[in-house]
């Protein structure tokens, strides 16, 4: 791998605060879009933990996940990942939870963590025109955050 790929896999991963067993596997760029394509991967055999109770289980199926990252330049970027259920004994069937975004979220940690700093500097229209989403979209991250204080 070349020094320059070298450094920018080490920013993504940086980014999505990826550990082990994750890995990015794959980058794609689609330049008529203006998009790229982050794929995660992990160790096979890795075991994963259930969300509810932190046990360790083997995985028992995988669901194509896809979230929004903070733009590249001016590509959007994209992370996804076949994204590891384990089936606890206590608990049934759960889909775990990721480093880089929370849980039924659609936006990487990193993502929501911009559009809050935005969303304390600009109107909330104002923020869904620089990062390219619906306000409503954006209503529901800064209205997310804004719970957890209350």
Not at 117 to 143: A, F, N, Q, Y
Request: charged share 35%; glycine share 4%.
């Amino acid at each position: 791998m070349s020094e320059k790929l070298e450094l920018l896999n080490d920013i993504i991963i940086s980014s999505l605060n990826l550990k082990e067993p994750y890995y990015m596997s794959d980058l794609k760029i689609d330049e008529d879009k203006k998009e790229i394509y982050i794929e995660i991967g992990y160790q096979e055999g890795a075991k994963f933990s259930c969300p509810n109770c932190k046990c360790e289980s083997s995985m028992y199926d995988k669901l194509n996940k896809k979230w929004r990252h903070t733009d590249f330049i001016k590509y959007k970027v994209f992370v996804e990942c076949k994204t590891p259920r384990v089936n606890c004994s206590e608990h049934g069937v759960k889909l775990i939870e990721v480093d880089w975004a929370k849980q039924r979220h659609r936006f990487t940690k990193t993502m929501e963590q911009f559009i809050i700093d935005l969303s304390k500097e600009m109107p909330l229209v104002h923020v869904g025109k620089v990062v390219e989403e619906h306000d409503t979209r954006i209503r529901r991250i800064v209205g997310s955050r804004n719970e957890k204080i209350n």
